[in-house]
């Protein structure tokens, strides 16, 4: 016998297509043992199928600059969503906590982000599917920034042109510091915290680049005042260099 029906796909029934599938519905009719296929529904009241579309995209990947996520905590870092579809909406988390930025490409300023802090981002496909994909996490490594300075062992770093001066740099027990004095470029380069040197002739300005194992560096400087000391000129010897006592001085002219 020949009949008709109604019937509701589930939801969940469509859980094992993975790609788009074509839908039809045909009737059948089965009588005296014999059974006959007859013409497919319509669809929306016109011949034709349903078509099932699966928004199956690969879950978001990360790329970060620079590119091993392992930055000074003085610096910044950029993560960019690889697979981005324009019409993706878009949000990153921080330890999964939402940060309130929905764009592909996200620079964290210095000071964002700790270490060990673990950067996901989750998009949304366009309608109709509004489908949701997370990243795997990227973990950050955050390492300290050296606080350089400089002090000295003269007075207000003041000393006589070519005098020898201590200049010693802090923190101490970092990896390398870089001194340089003015035009004289770099004088001293390696783990010695401690420059002493002749080599200051007029007021300059002494440079010392601290920096930690991990590549860090800060930079302090001091300028080392050196006074101006006029020459004392050419003296005259007097024609009569004798007087007598309580008498009045010789003429002493100076050049």
Do not use: H, K
Not at 80 to 106: F, K, L, M, Q, S
Not at 113 to 121: E, K, P, Q, Y
Not at 223 to 245: H, Y
């Amino acid at each position: 016998t020949a009949g008709s029906t109604t019937v509701t796909l589930a939801a969940g029934s469509l859980a094992g297509i993975v790609s788009n599938t074509t839908f039809r519905r045909l009737a059948f009719a089965s009588q005296n043992g014999v059974s006959c296929q007859g013409i497919a529904s319509n669809v929306d009241g016109a011949g034709g199928s349903i078509v099932i579309i699966v928004d199956n995209r690969d879950e978001p990947t990360i790329t970060t600059d620079p590119a091993d996520a392992t930055i000074c905590d003085s610096d910044s870092i950029t993560f960019e969503i690889d697979n981005y579809v324009p019409g993706d909406t878009v949000a990153w988390y921080v330890n999964d906590n939402p940060v309130g930025v929905a764009i592909e490409r996200w620079s964290a300023a210095a000071g964002t982000l700790n270490d060990g802090d673990s950067v996901t981002v989750r998009i949304t496909t366009a309608a109709p599917g509004g489908c949701e994909y997370t990243s795997a996490p990227v973990v950050v490594s955050v390492n300290p920034t050296p606080v350089a300075t400089i002090t000295t062992l003269s007075p207000d770093s003041t000393i006589c042109s070519g005098s020898s001066i201590t200049i010693n740099a802090s923190p101490a027990g970092q990896a390398t510091y870089t001194f340089r004095i003015g035009g004289l470029g770099i004088v001293q380069d390696g783990p010695n915290a401690q420059l002493v040197t002749s080599a200051i002739v007029t007021t300059t300005v002494v440079t010392v680049t601290v920096e930690n194992a991990s590549g860090c560096s800060d930079v302090a400087t001091r300028t080392i005042t050196v006074p101006q000391v006029l020459t004392g000129g050419n003296v005259q010897t007097p024609a009569d260099r004798t007087i007598c006592f309580g008498g009045s001085n010789p003429e002493i002219t100076s050049l």
